[in-house]
């Protein structure tokens, strides 16, 4: 998934994939996540909006392999969502689907089973919530996500070839 030229803004890549324990040489490159960190302002009001560079950035993250920076940016979009909203919930499942791939990367499958399970049930969670606003949430396909992963957790085992692109879901 590519941050569609409407943004307005050019985030670079991180120069490398920071992996825990694997990476020790390295630290994560915080320099380019906090360029992304930036564009988060401290509270959305009444919703996190779906073209928001920062939300896509983190979602083409997780989609390019650098499931530890998602996370990052992620969390930072999580953390100024209006609390209780729809969009607090997809972008947990979001956290959580980058949260499995980097166990998946690390060797740790079961680990990224239990958080695929847990993205799955933030998915049926906010499935039974009705829309509210022209949000994230609002317009993001949960049912194609919450399908591809349902196929995952349907193999026998999961090895690193089964990491989830969340971007897929929209491109459904």
């Known amino acids: 998934m590519s941050i569609p030229p409407s943004t307005a803004?050019?985030?670079p890549l991180p120069r490398w994939?920071?992996?825990?324990?694997?990476?020790?040489d390295a630290e994560a490159d915080h320099d380019t996540l906090w360029q992304a960190k930036a564009l988060v302002p401290s509270r959305f009001r009444g919703f996190v909006?779906?073209?928001?560079?920062?939300?896509?950035?983190g979602i083409a993250l997780n989609d390019s392999g650098y499931f530890w920076e998602s996370q990052e940016v992620l969390e930072a979009v999580w953390a100024a969502a209006p609390q209780g909203g729809r969009e607090r919930m997809l972008l947990r499942a979001c956290i959580q689907i980058a949260n499995a791939n980097l166990r998946l990367r690390m060797q740790k499958p079961r680990a990224a089973v239990r958080l695929?399970?847990?993205?799955?049930?933030?998915?049926?969670?906010?499935?039974?919530?009705q829309t509210s606003a022209d949000g994230f949430a609002d317009g993001f396909p949960s049912a194609a996500l919450a399908a591809l992963l349902r196929d995952k957790l349907a193999l026998p085992a999961l090895s690193m070839s089964d990491?989830?692109?969340?971007?897929?879901?929209?491109?459904?």
């Open 116 to 129: 695929l399970r847990e993205a799955l049930g933030e998915l049926a969670a906010l499935g039974a919530r």
């Open 49 to 57: 909006p779906a073209r928001h560079p920062a939300l896509r950035y």
């Open 163 to 172: 990491w989830v692109k969340i971007g897929v879901a929209w491109r459904a």
């Open 17 to 24: 994939a920071y992996v825990p324990g694997e990476t020790a």
């Open 9 to 11: 803004v050019s985030l």
